[in-house]
């Protein structure tokens, strides 16, 4: 017995399967099987452009089920770069996306693929409940001050809704359980006004349930004096090696919050040796920084 995942296969295992009256269940996402019979419909000389991870299984089941030419692109500056721009008049364009693409880039790819091919044929392949999570944690991230997206560290549609979170809000996180939450000083949740959790479509919902409670206990324990007072007098010395949250980022220098009293900043000269490094692009509020301290 053999079960083929929400993801799917390349053809060549369906065949294996087949070939060899092997019993198996198959779990492919509709979505996905949509997708399958998009591509394989399509005349020999057509061109297939697929948005999405390369890498990533879904695609590769995609791609194997073409029996034409096919181009693979992850964004939309990748398309604008490698795209032909003068193919035959008469060429047949297919444009589709892996389920789980970004909704924002694949907007601005339909639009540069419409103008660019005008006779193209465009697929709106996204899962609608992807489209429907990444359209909430965009009105979510901006309007919250934190955003917690919980999944797998290797979920492409939790990544998705990271950065869409982390490119509107203030600060996001990533976790994978309740546990990680603990590796951050409670503080830093404390001092959001609103906090937003969203979680990747194949989270299971009693992780979701854990990351909840365990928000919930962060933000509404209060420190005891002795605890205060302890924080108030906790010190690093010079050359001690401590991994802080990043706080704050401008285009000169990055605040890390270092579980004590006094706030910890890194000038850009001693995060880097390059100049046109842009920090803002690089590090994010809420990022975990492993820093040493040269001066207190």
Known sequence: MAIIRTHGVIKQVYEYLETNDVCYIDATCPYVKKI?????????????????????????????????????????????????KNPPEDKNII?????????????????????????????????????????????LSADNDLVVVVGGASSSNT????????????????IETAGELL????????????????????????????????????????????EMLDQSFKTLNTGE??????????????????GIKHTGILPYDEITSESGVDLEREFHVGDKIEVVCIKF
């Open 241 to 258: 090696r401590v991994t802080g949250v990043i706080t704050s980022v401008s285009p000169s220098e990055i605040h890390v919050d270092l």
């Open 183 to 226: 590796d951050y000083p409670p503080h830093f949740f404390k001092k959001a006004k609103k906090i937003a959790i969203t979680a990747g479509a194949s989270t299971p919902g009693s992780i979701i349930q854990e990351v909840i409670q365990t928000m919930t206990e962060i933000t509404n324990d209060e420190l005891s004096f002795a």
């Open 159 to 174: 990544a998705k809704l990271y950065d869409i979170a982390i490119n509107n809000c203030k600060a996001a996180i990533h």
């Open 36 to 84: 399958y019979k998009i591509v394989a419909t399509q005349p020999k000389d057509s061109l297939i452009i697929i948005m999405g991870d390369e890498n990533h299984p879904e695609v590769q089941g995609i791609r194997s089920f073409a029996e034409c030419e096919v181009l693979v692109f992850s964004d939309f500056e990748e398309l604008q770069s490698g795209i032909p």
């Open 95 to 139: 444009l589709v996306a892996q389920t789980t693409y970004n909704i924002n880039q694949w907007e601005k790819c339909q639009k540069f693929i419409k103008y660019l091919y005008t006779n193209s044929r465009i697929f709106d392949t996204i899962c609608s409940v992807t489209d429907e999570r990444q359209k909430e944690i965009l009105s």
